[in-house]
Nanobody
Framework: QVQLVESGGGLVQAGGSLRLSCAAS????????MGWFRQAPGKELEFVAG????????RFADSVNSRFTISKDNAKNTVYLQMNGLKPEDTAVYYC???????????????????WGQGTQVTVSS
């Protein structure tokens, strides 16, 4: 059973920072592809960032590239999304997701990910 538990959302002013956490559990979590997605009110779910646990490869959406970074804590089985230079348009519910089929491609489509966290709200005020 794979479980993803997110934390770290909140309210921040434009230009500020937040760090989201995604704690993962499962029999072979170290082989997972981890993804971060977000959904703003009235908009589609969109890919934000992806991470390959085996070698630390990362991939970011153009809209967040150079502002967001990903790191991991192996001891805690946790992946972090560090969000800097936040903008009002970053306001959304952020979801952590895991791709557990053993394939190594860091994909951007929601259909590629088979486990999802509960979501955490990020609100950026102007």
């Amino acid at each position: 059973q794979v479980q993803l538990v997110e934390s770290g959302g909140g309210l921040v002013q434009a230009g500020g920072s937040l760090r989201l956490s995604c704690a993962a559990s499962g029999p072979t979590f170290s082989t997972y592809i981890m993804g971060w997605f977000r959904q703003a009110p009235g908009k589609e779910l969109e890919f934000v960032a992806g991470f390959r646990w085996t070698d630390g490869f990362t991939r970011f959406a153009d809209s967040v590239n150079s502002r967001f970074t990903i790191s991991k804590d192996n001891a805690k089985n946790t992946v972090y999304l560090q969000m800097n230079g936040l903008k009002p348009e970053d306001t959304a519910v952020y979801y952590c997701a895991a791709r557990t089929n053993g394939l190594s491609l860091v994909t951007t489509t929601r259909q590629s990910y088979d486990y999802w966290g509960q979501g955490t709200q990020v609100t950026v005020s102007s």
